[in-house]
């Protein structure tokens, strides 16, 4: 915009934000000497009148909106660009002579226009500028100045391409900028207030997609993301956890058929040869394990289930569900410490069995301790398994829908404190194992509620069992689907990261060492065969006969070596399957890996 006045003044202020800090400096700018040599013989008043008026041409920058300030011939006009304040005309004042005002233009760098006062020149007024610069400017910029100054006292008028060349950069004149004219070209700067409600409607309509606002565009990774979640993490999370609970089963079984028989072989050779030899460090790890075993069976007796049943159904429906909350947690706990305590106790053992004769006695010492710490936590973990299977059959048999209260709080408290977290990969591994362990824990707690309804139930009651254990199996895997699904997808774990879990989990079962530590499933099944057992022995002592004593013995018997015998097959086929899926699983993963390479 341009103003033109005789006497009015402009009120001129541009304000913006720069990063540098303003440093006001004054740039004075002499006469040249192309005035005539009359005027170096005018009165000192005149003289000090044209210095004056010559600092008063000063200019003030900053990174605003400024381009250019120009004054010519007495008339005053300002351009504003949205670039950064690049030059300033100053206008030299007339000579007494009557020669035409002369524009020069001087480079700008970091200042800021302020408000001045300006005038037509015409009628006595003055320009006035201010500059504002950092103290530490260029040495270029010194270097143009000097060289201006010098030109200045040569007698040369410098006009604005010659102060562009000086400066090593070209101008460009850029026209007058009508803001206005900016407003309503530019649909970025209008307002909608200036927009009646149906164009903002209409323009809403066909802007594009009605959320673009509050979402974003997907893309190809987004939509696989969304899919892996849905689908392929899922399945491979299931396939994972059911694997290892076959794995935890096969332990269980081989602690009940292989761990006795070893036993029981190695009882026969010594009757047999009659020489005592040291024994090996598998067979005394099974000697610790059967001790161990032994114990936890003999105090779980004199635990009575009814006594325990009674008091835990004689509670309210929050408390019944907050013990089996606390009760699972300390499950956890038992089974990470006992799985410590084991490995200890084993450790112990290949010490004592290939140990010196110099240090049996510290070696059997050691043995001893591990051996009476692992009886201890053993039995405290088979007492915390007892009252959480107890409690379970609690909510199955009540008619208030107990077990719908107990398994909503558990599974999404479980969801909730797992979920939103974060983990890394080796993490996850540890989580799906003990969600292994887990599952094979209700399955030891639905064959406990199995046996009490065989011992105590009236009336039809294997239909409401199956439905009720149908239940506690499908809201556990949906739960574990949902809390490892998102979990996955919080911490950005593709799919691939279980197979490998798998892969894992295979090469444990194939006694293959693993790379780089990797974690392995650790379970420890003392304690869940102690509970076992103790639930198992009321259902064999119901249906053996009340004869004389030999007959009943010979029905024990009978039924020792029919449980047995089915023990050892279900141990043959889970085991020999677990190898076989294992085998396969392997060599399908190491042709992947060599297809991919």
Not at 184 to 198: F, G, H, I, Q, W
Not at 565 to 582: E, F, N, P, Q
């Amino acid at each position: 915009m341009a103003l033109r006045s005789g006497g009015r003044k402009l009120s001129f202020d541009i304000l913006a934000i720069s990063q540098y800090d303003d440093v006001v400096a004054a740039t004075s700018i002499s006469r040249s000497n192309s005035d005539p040599p009359g005027d170096g013989a005018s009165s000192p008043t005149r003289r000090k009148k044209k210095k004056r008026r010559s600092r008063k041409g000063k200019t003030l920058l900053d990174s605003s909106a400024v381009s250019e300030i120009s004054a010519i011939d007495g008339d005053v006009s300002y351009s504003c660009t949205t670039s950064t304040v690049t030059e300033a005309a100053v206008v030299l004042p007339p000579d007494l002579d009557g020669e035409s005002s002369r524009a020069v233009t001087l480079p700008l760098v970091f200042g800021e226009l302020r408000q001045r006062n300006v005038g037509s020149m015409a009628n006595g007024g003055s320009a006035e500028m201010m500059v504002s610069e950092e103290s530490g400017c260029s040495k270029k910029d010194d270097n143009v100045k000097e060289e201006i100054a010098e030109k200045q006292s040569d007698g040369k008028e410098i006009d604005s391409d010659q102060k562009a060349e000086l400066s090593g950069r070209k101008l460009e004149k850029e026209g007058t900028l009508d803001w206005k004219k900016l407003m309503a070209e530019d649909p970025n700067y209008t307002l909608p207030v200036e927009k009646s409600p149906m164009k903002y409607f209409m323009d809403e309509m066909y802007a594009g997609n009605s959320l673009r606002s509050t979402t974003t565009l997907g893309n190809d990774k987004e939509r696989e993301r969304v899919y892996d979640t849905i689908f392929r993490l899922p399945w491979r999370c299931e396939l994972l956890i059911n694997f290892g609970f076959f794995v935890c089963f096969d332990s269980f079984l081989s602690l009940l058929t292989i761990m006795p028989t070893r036993i029981i072989m190695t009882f026969w050779r010594l009757l047999r040869t009659r020489q005592l030899k040291r024994p090996s460090s598998a067979e005394l790890s099974d000697y610790g394990c059967f001790v161990v075993l032994v114990a936890g069976v003999t105090l779980l007796q004199q635990a009575d289930i009814s006594l325990i049943y009674h008091m835990i159904r004689g509670q309210g429906i929050i408390k019944l569900y907050v013990v089996y909350n606390v009760l699972e947690i300390f499950d956890k706990l038992c089974q990470s410490f006992g799985g410590d305590v084991m490995q200890s106790l084993f450790n112990s053992a290949d010490g004592l069995a290939n140990c010196s004769p110099e240090n049996v006695q510290f070696w059997l010492w050691r043995f001893f301790s591990d051996e009476v710490l692992a009886v201890v936590s053993s039995i405290i973990h088979s007492f915390v398994l007892l009252a959480q299977a107890i409690t379970l059959s609690t909510c199955i048999v009540a008619h208030n829908n107990a077990l719908f209260a107990m398994l909503v709080s558990n599974n999404f408290a479980e969801i909730k404190s797992n979920v939103f977290k974060r983990y890394s990969k080796e993490n996850v591994q540890s989580l799906v194992y003990f969600d292994s362990v887990e599952r094979f824990h209700i399955m030891a707690f639905v064959l406990f509620v199995l046996a009490q309804n065989i011992l105590e139930a009236e009336g039809p009651w294997f239909e409401s069992f199956l439905c009720n254990a149908l239940v506690v199996y499908v809201c556990e895997v949906m739960i574990d689907i949902i809390k490892h699904s998102f979990i996955a997808k919080f911490n950005d774990i593709k799919p691939i990261a279980f197979s490998e879990f798998l892969e894992d989990l295979c090469k444990q079962t194939l006694n293959i060492q693993t790379e780089n530590g990797k974690k392995n499933l650790i379970f420890v099944p003392l304690a869940p065969a102690c509970v076992v057992i103790r639930v198992l022995r009321p259902v064999y002592a119901a249906h053996l006969p009340y004869n004389p004593l030999p007959w009943r013995l010979f029905w024990m018997l009978v039924l020792f070596a029919m449980t047995f015998v089915m023990l050892a097959s279900l141990k043959m086929m889970i085991g020999m399957g677990l190898r076989k899926h294992a085998r396969w699983y392997v060599r399908r993963c190491q042709r992947r890996k060599l297809h991919f390479d």
